[in-house]
Protein backbone atom coordinates (compact mmCIF):
# COMPACT_ATOMS: atom_id res chain seq x y z
CA UNK A 1 0.00 0.00 0.00
CA UNK A 2 0.78 3.45 -0.75
CA UNK A 3 0.25 6.90 0.51
CA UNK A 4 0.24 9.91 -1.47
CA UNK A 5 0.47 13.75 -1.02
CA UNK A 6 0.85 16.76 -3.37
CA UNK A 7 2.15 19.85 -2.94
CA UNK A 8 3.15 22.98 -5.31
CA UNK A 9 -0.28 24.04 -6.51
CA UNK A 10 -1.44 27.57 -6.57
CA UNK A 11 -2.22 30.65 -8.57
CA UNK A 12 -0.09 31.90 -11.70
CA UNK A 13 -0.79 33.84 -13.98
CA UNK A 14 -0.98 32.64 -17.88
CA UNK A 15 2.08 31.28 -19.66
CA UNK A 16 3.50 30.92 -16.13
CA UNK A 17 4.84 27.60 -14.82
CA UNK A 18 4.32 25.55 -11.73
CA UNK A 19 5.86 22.14 -10.58
CA UNK A 20 3.80 20.38 -8.39
CA UNK A 21 5.32 17.34 -6.08
CA UNK A 22 3.89 13.84 -4.77
CA UNK A 23 5.66 12.41 -2.12
CA UNK A 24 4.94 8.84 -1.44
CA UNK A 25 5.06 6.51 1.59
CA UNK A 26 5.75 2.91 1.16
CA UNK A 27 8.93 0.73 0.52
CA UNK A 28 7.38 -0.35 -2.78
CA UNK A 29 7.19 3.16 -4.51
CA UNK A 30 9.27 2.26 -7.22
CA UNK A 31 7.15 -0.43 -8.23
CA UNK A 32 4.27 1.28 -9.00
CA UNK A 33 4.02 3.50 -12.59
CA UNK A 34 2.48 6.68 -11.76
CA UNK A 35 -0.21 9.16 -13.04
CA UNK A 36 -1.16 12.43 -13.03
CA UNK A 37 -4.83 13.24 -13.12
CA UNK A 38 -6.68 16.59 -12.67
CA UNK A 39 -10.65 17.91 -12.38
CA UNK A 40 -12.19 21.19 -12.91
CA UNK A 41 -15.05 22.56 -11.12
CA UNK A 42 -18.20 20.52 -12.46
CA UNK A 43 -16.40 18.41 -14.63
CA UNK A 44 -15.31 14.74 -14.07
CA UNK A 45 -11.28 14.06 -13.63
CA UNK A 46 -9.33 13.24 -16.46
CA UNK A 47 -5.60 11.93 -17.33
CA UNK A 48 -3.12 14.31 -17.65
CA UNK A 49 0.18 12.33 -17.90
CA UNK A 50 1.68 8.75 -16.92
CA UNK A 51 5.15 8.11 -15.68
CA UNK A 52 6.68 4.36 -15.50
CA UNK A 53 8.00 2.44 -12.89
CA UNK A 54 11.45 3.45 -13.74
CA UNK A 55 10.81 6.82 -15.26
CA UNK A 56 11.67 5.76 -18.69
CA UNK A 57 8.16 6.21 -20.69
CA UNK A 58 6.26 8.93 -20.03
CA UNK A 59 2.84 9.38 -21.93
CA UNK A 60 0.51 12.71 -21.97
CA UNK A 61 -3.11 13.62 -22.45
CA UNK A 62 -3.15 15.63 -26.00
CA UNK A 63 -4.12 18.88 -24.26
CA UNK A 64 -0.87 18.99 -22.28
CA UNK A 65 1.83 17.44 -24.36
CA UNK A 66 4.78 19.68 -25.29
CA UNK A 67 3.77 21.54 -22.29
CA UNK A 68 3.85 19.17 -19.19
CA UNK A 69 6.44 16.92 -18.07
CA UNK A 70 6.28 14.18 -15.56
CA UNK A 71 9.46 12.55 -13.69
CA UNK A 72 10.21 10.90 -10.53
CA UNK A 73 12.58 10.02 -8.18
CA UNK A 74 12.18 6.91 -6.71
CA UNK A 75 15.10 7.11 -4.11
CA UNK A 76 13.62 10.28 -2.71
CA UNK A 77 9.84 8.48 -3.25
CA UNK A 78 8.35 11.19 -5.39
CA UNK A 79 7.04 12.09 -8.59
CA UNK A 80 6.57 15.27 -10.50
CA UNK A 81 4.56 17.81 -12.33
CA UNK A 82 6.55 20.37 -14.52
CA UNK A 83 3.65 23.02 -15.85
CA UNK A 84 4.62 25.59 -18.40
CA UNK A 85 2.98 27.29 -20.53
CA UNK A 86 0.21 27.21 -18.32
CA UNK A 87 -3.66 28.25 -19.71
CA UNK A 88 -6.76 29.18 -17.94
CA UNK A 89 -8.45 26.18 -18.98
CA UNK A 90 -5.33 24.20 -16.61
CA UNK A 91 -7.14 25.21 -13.92
CA UNK A 92 -7.93 22.70 -12.00
CA UNK A 93 -7.65 20.53 -8.38
CA UNK A 94 -4.45 17.99 -9.73
CA UNK A 95 -4.09 14.51 -8.31
CA UNK A 96 -1.26 11.89 -8.58
CA UNK A 97 -2.72 8.58 -8.41
CA UNK A 98 -0.56 5.08 -8.13
CA UNK A 99 -0.77 1.81 -10.28
CA UNK A 100 0.24 -1.46 -9.57
CA UNK A 101 -0.12 -3.05 -12.79
CA UNK A 102 1.78 -2.49 -16.15
CA UNK A 103 0.60 -1.03 -20.02
CA UNK A 104 -0.02 2.40 -20.02
CA UNK A 105 -3.59 3.22 -18.60
CA UNK A 106 -5.51 6.57 -18.77
CA UNK A 107 -8.73 5.65 -16.78
CA UNK A 108 -9.66 6.78 -12.85
CA UNK A 109 -10.97 3.09 -12.66
CA UNK A 110 -7.08 1.77 -13.57
CA UNK A 111 -5.73 3.21 -10.49
CA UNK A 112 -4.75 2.01 -7.14
CA UNK A 113 -3.95 4.95 -4.87
CA UNK A 114 -4.73 8.49 -4.86
CA UNK A 115 -3.80 11.66 -2.95
CA UNK A 116 -5.43 14.22 -2.09
CA UNK A 117 -5.18 16.88 -4.64
CA UNK A 118 -3.88 20.19 -4.83
CA UNK A 119 -5.37 23.19 -6.57
CA UNK A 120 -3.93 25.05 -9.47
CA UNK A 121 -5.13 27.83 -10.83
CA UNK A 122 -4.41 30.03 -13.88
CA UNK A 123 -5.56 33.46 -14.39
CA UNK A 124 -6.32 35.46 -17.57
Known amino acids: QVQLVESGGGLVQAGGSLRLSCAASGRTFSSYAMGWFRQAAGKEREFVARISWSGGNTYYANSVKGRFAASRDNGKNAVYLQMSSLRPEDTAVYYC?????????????????WGQGTQVTVSS
Open 97 to 113: AARTGGGIRVGVQDYDY
